[in-house]
Nanobody
Framework: QVQLVQSGGGSVQAGGSLRLSCQAS????????MGWFRQAPGKEREAVAF????????GNAESVKGRFTISQDQAKSTVYLEMNSLKSEDTAMYYCAARDPGRGALCGLSRTYFDYWGQGTQVTVSS
């Protein structure tokens, strides 16, 4: 089992920035893939970004390219989502996700790659 604890988020005006953090614990091995998803009211959960933890290779959804950056601090078992130039349409509940260490180093912008989820944190962008 992998436990994910999120922090950060909050309210900001359009054009502003926020950073989300997600700390993983509970497993002897590092998750090979971690990511961020978001879900707005009445909409499906969508992928925002992922990172392959052994190589730091990343991928972003088209809607956030050039504005959001996913990164990691392996020593802290923590993944970050730096969000800049925020727009009102970025308003959503954001979730951290991790792949089970036993499933291999596959990753992508789909829920099928992930097995564990954080508790969620609200991001609200006002225009």
């Amino acid at each position: 089992q992998v436990q994910l604890v999120q922090s950060g988020g909050g309210s900001v005006q359009a054009g502003g920035s926020l950073r989300l953090s997600c700390q993983a614990s509970g497993h002897s091995y590092r998750s090979p893939c971690m990511g961020w998803f978001r879900q707005a009211p009445g909409k499906e959960r969508e992928a925002v970004a992922f990172i392959l933890t052994h190589s730091s290779t990343t991928g972003n959804a088209e809607s956030v390219k050039g504005r959001f950056t996913i990164s990691q601090d392996q020593a802290k078992s923590t993944v970050y989502l730096e969000m800049n130039s925020l727009k009102s349409e970025d308003t959503a509940m954001y979730y951290c996700a991790a792949r089970d260490p036993g499933r291999g180093a596959l990753c992508g912008l789909s829920r099928t790659y992930f097995d564990y989820w954080g508790q969620g944190t609200q991001v609200t962008v006002s225009s």
